[in-house]
């Protein structure tokens, strides 16, 4: 058995286990169900002869996915004690994780994330969800995976869309870990088979886990900071219609707006924003505002005032500082734009309103 | 503000009032939403001029309502940091605890019990959920409520059938928690309005609490003792059709079988069967095998077998002991009728497996 990196959520354990082919069982015994989608069905199989298979996509990560995979589970007689194992990327994981964790309140739970997303961030860290009313992960669960597979086999044949739809939470991770971690990230991608990549994830999977023990339900500030770039990025790919824009282009181009916000706030330094920006242009994503595809700002407006980060009324952003992130709370609805920053030396109120507000209005 | 029974459940606390009077409000502040059903409306009423009306009833525990709740919650705005408020019996409790538990991954959540059967169980301790399939509760978590209050006055209207409900549930606990408790229970129902009730309401509350915050999750073996009675109970409100038979009467009917099936077993002393016998009779609940209404026997059989608390293929009873009451687990679809007792002194074997195949096969 390969070694596993071991993370203890709350009162959950997690193990993660990082390895070149896929293993022969995931379940340490008892009755399981495997489930995959249409993209991940010979993954699945390897598991199972015959694995729920469910609809590939992001519009299919729905209640009606959750309850084919409950209602199959008791169609195969699933005790509390049996053990559900999602195979796929992240929506295959984020339905099985959920579906796990309501299953008689909770059955057990293994992840064998099949893309690089689901390796670096879904399958870690126990964040479950499916969409509801058109927004992403409406409905969802704190529910770590027992046991984390990822084999970087399945990588091999990985589309182009989803590698660059994991490389971004990559790049977002090292803005996070310290300056050299985004000094030292490759210029370009490297290639899934060798010892690079692999440092890569592995280093991806370690920050995440010891940052998500911290804080498991992101309660106290820590786990939020992995929000870098997403209130703008869940925006974007709601302005673009969900599953047009890969969540990981959407991220990049988050980052992106979360570096000039910071810069307007004084957060970010300008030789911090290049440095990411040249990352990111680097691997070939797209930074420019507006977005040069589809974009209906109106949307765009709404669902950023209507984040589902929002704590009282007000908006939380994610903005890169010269080491990590720092969290800002900002009432953009207010007429004066009046906001107070978090940071290590307290709260501080933002001396420019009128640029931030121009910041925003730019934006839609 | 009058004084709480305080518990932490897991990396939760829960308080629990029991007062007299509704309170002016239950959330410390900040957003909530209320939701009640079409017969708790007028309390629903008292903390909000609009609450979310569900319809009544354990037909109406389903997806469906738990969706209402969720967008109900989204239309009005309401953060992570808002607060689900339900006001109602067990169905509403449920409904609304789970609907927090999953609304961006778990918002706040208050509990108003307005039936015995609520105060006394459904609200304390975290269980959460709906039917699905037919099943009762088959999906759900564990969510406990910060807050929790019985207010006494509510049940001064509560219907007769709702008193049947609950007093079963407190008749359970006296089983469970010491022999003097079953002896002391009043051998009539006493008056909602005066000290003895609010003792043994108070009493209740205090021994599931603290039974719960040894195992929150239902994984160390001692929750599992609040199921006395409740396998047989789930089977039969399923042969009666869900709804039909109350809660609480199926659960005195589930507790006269485990008091047959202990007794076969040698777990349950006789004279310790007929006094829990002479309680449920003194408080008017129907005690015959068969149930004497409608009984689907196959259903019976097969909701028995099936029973979501099985373990590896096992079906776990709980029976009334001396003190207390022990875990079973029977694997009663096994042609020798083998199984192993656990108990405080280990493990052994059934000695007359035959007598307890015959007392399963008089139930069908």
């Known amino acids: 058995m390969p070694s596993s990196q071991d ?105 064998v994330p099949t893309t690089l997303l689901a390796m670096a961030d879904a399958a870690i860290g126990g964040k479950t969800g499916f969409d509801l009313g058109g927004i992403k992960n409406f409905a969802g669960s704190f529910y770590p995976a027992a046991r984390v597979i990822a084999a970087l086999d399945t990588l091999d044949t990985l589309p182009e869309r989803e590698w660059k739809s994991g490389m971004a939470e990559l790049v977002k991770t090292a803005i996070l870990d310290t300056p050299s971690a985004l000094d030292e990230f490759p210029a370009e991608r490297p290639a899934p088979g060798g010892a690079a990549f692999e440092r890569l994830l592995r280093r991806a999977v370690r920050f995440k886990g010891l940052l998500v023990e911290r804080d498991p339900l992101e309660t106290g500030g820590t786990r939020e900071l992995l929000n870098l770039g997403h209130t703008f990025a869940h925006a974007l790919e709601a302005a673009a219609g969900l599953g047009t824009v890969s969540h990981g282009e959407a991220v990049a181009w988050g980052i992106a707006r979360s570096c000039e916000l910071g810069g307007v706030l004084g957060i970010t330094p300008p030789s911090t924003a290049a440095a990411i920006r040249q990352k990111l242009e680097a691997l070939g994503y797209e930074l420019r505002n507006p977005w040069p595809g589809r974009f209906d700002r109106a ?66």
Chains 1, 2 share one sequence.
């Open 299 to 364: 949307v765009f407006k709404e669902a950023l005032i209507h984040d589902k980060k929002k704590r009282s009324g007000t908006l939380r952003f994610v903005v890169p500082a010269k080491k990590s992130a720092r969290i800002v709370p900002l009432d953009i609805e207010g007429t004066d734009m009046e906001g107070a920053i978090e940071s290590e030396t307290g709260k501080r109120t933002i001396k420019n309103p009128g640029d931030v507000r121009m910041f925003f209005e730019g934006l839609w």
């Open 7 to 111: 993370f203890r959520f709350g009162s959950f354990s997690s193990s993660v286990y990082i390895q070149r082919a896929l293993p022969r069982r995931t379940a340490p015994g008892g009755s399981f169900l495997v489930v995959c989608d249409t993209n991940t069905l010979r993954y699945g199989r390897h598991f199972e002869q015959n694995p729920l298979v469910l609809e590939a996509g992001e519009a299919h990560k729905t209640w009606s996915a959750v309850e084919a995979i409950l209602g199959e589970g008791r169609k195969r007689g699933l005790g509390r004690d049996g053990t559900f194992v999602g195979v796929g990327g992240g929506v295959v994981c984020d339905l099985t994780a959920f579906a796990a964790s309501v299953y008689m309140r909770g059955a057990g739970l293994a992840l």
